[in-house]
């Protein structure tokens, strides 16, 4: 520990004469505020000069810790400079924004973290764990772990790490005997799990790796099977199923029925000043995480604003002709009542290109009324959600995140919290300049 305390003095960092300097300013201050305090009350002695001598010491100091900290940080961040000042106060103002856990599992969550993450590292991303298809349901099925895909997904869409690296996790084999198919990541997942026994370490290695502001948490470590019961009778096992199997669905449930959550997503809940439902698929996406034993009561036991955030298009074979007080209904009805406070809604039109594309594929506008939602007591949030300069009907995840803040800035703060309201609301005006 010496040694490596005395690298400070070795030739060349550009160390030494600093320290040196801000040494003798602090003797040289010191020195002259006690000629101030010698001379106080006996006129014949002169003060001007040992105050002056006493300011010397004190610019000195300041010029010298100035000088320490660019050559400190000039070493460790040698092309950036201009922007630490920015930096450091970005990293502040996040890490006292709101606590925030978002629901949910597919496509639709790692959207809303993106947009979320801009204003708040102290974000919970709670995922389904019940998916069965695609790479994610061969290692479930082949080595009994948990489903990867999601959870991979939600830690990329959280993390502050460089291209390559989120390139190297979301890169998909399409060749090899056994491996074509297979998300690196899905790969890395599962071996992590499977050397640590324990899915959540797995994903705490993992989030160290690549940056991940936030936490990632599966919803439960129990092993569960997603089923659906159809209109017409029709009982479906699985969740890559459900929507193939093109029917109406009038309930949706887990095996085991009692499925414990984490600990650490319960916790999350309780302390949580926002919780956000996620857009996605409605039965096989977020109803997993609601119907897991203990998780819906948390949310309604919670202080935090819930939101929910509709889909914009319906799911062929899952919602089809679903309005958007239908979608709160069927969670209602599952989950149970009084969850939700706002719903955000899109009120951007379609490209009519788009809508025919989306016609085609049996799938459309999701509708709603704001005075039948109203009605329902739910606060109708809406916006411009449609994602510009995509082909498909893609959520604006910046959009998305700044009419959830906002909503939640009018809130009155809580005791202690009002810097970190204040700090928020500056950031939410800047980005309106």
Not at 240 to 260: M, Y
Not at 385 to 396: M, P, R, S
């Amino acid at each position: 520990m010496r040694g490596r305390a005395l690298r400070w003095l070795m030739p060349g960092l550009r160390f030494k004469r600093w320290l040196a300097l801000l040494i003798f300013a602090v003797a040289l201050a010191a020195i002259g505020g006690v000629l101030i305090v010698h001379a106080w009350g006996h006129p014949q002695h002169r003060i001007t000069e040992n105050v002056a001598l006493m300011l010397v010491g004190v610019i000195g100091g300041i010029y010298a810790v100035r000088q320490l900290i660019r050559s400190v940080v000039t070493a460790l961040v040698p092309n950036d400079q201009g922007e630490i000042a920015e930096s450091y106060w970005r990293a502040r103002v996040l890490l006292r924004g709101p606590r925030i856990v978002a629901l949910g599992g597919g496509t639709g969550l790692p959207v809303l973290l993106r947009g979320l993450k801009q204003y708040s590292s102290n974000i919970t991303a709670i995922v389904a764990v019940t998916d069965d298809g695609g790479s994610s349901g061969r290692l479930r099925g082949e080595l009994g772990v948990p489903p990867p895909g999601d959870l991979r997904n939600c830690l990329l869409a959280l993390a502050e790490t460089e291209p390559l690296l989120e390139r190297l996790f979301q890169y998909r084999f399409s060749a090899g005997e056994g491996l074509a198919g297979h998300a690196f990541g899905n790969l890395f997942l599962a071996a992590m799990t499977t050397v640590t026994g324990d899915l959540q370490e797995a994903i705490r290695t993992s989030s160290r790796v690549l940056a991940v502001r936030g936490q990632v948490l599966p919803a439960t470590d129990d092993e569960v099977v997603l089923r659906a019961e159809l209109q017409d009778g029709r009982m479906i096992e699985g969740e890559s199923r459900i929507p193939e199997a093109r029917g109406k669905v009038r309930r949706v449930f887990l095996e085991p029925a009692n499925a414990a959550p984490t600990r650490e997503a319960l916790a999350a809940l309780a302390a949580a000043d926002i919780i956000v439902l996620a857009p996605g698929s409605l039965f096989t996406s977020l109803m997993p995480n609601l119907l897991v034993h203990g998780i819906a009561d948390a949310i309604r036991g919670s202080h935090a604003l819930c939101f929910y955030v509709q889909n914009i298009m319906t799911q062929p074979g899952e919602t089809d002709d679903m309005t958007a007080e239908q979608h709160l209904e069927a969670i209602a009805r599952h989950a149970g009542p009084r969850m939700i406070d706002c719903v955000v809604v899109n009120e951007t039109p379609l490209p009519e290109e788009m809508a025919d594309r989306y016609r085609q594929r049996d799938a459309e506008v999701v509708r709603w009324s704001p005075s039948a939602l109203t009605a329902a007591g739910y606060e109708v949030l809406a916006g411009p959600l449609l994602a510009a300069g995509t082909a498909y009907a893609w959520h604006d995840h910046q959009t998305v995140a700044r009419i959830i803040l906002q909503r939640w800035s009018r809130r009155r703060p809580e005791p202690g919290r009002l810097l970190d309201v204040l700090m928020l609301r500056d950031q939410l005006r800047s980005e309106q300049r």
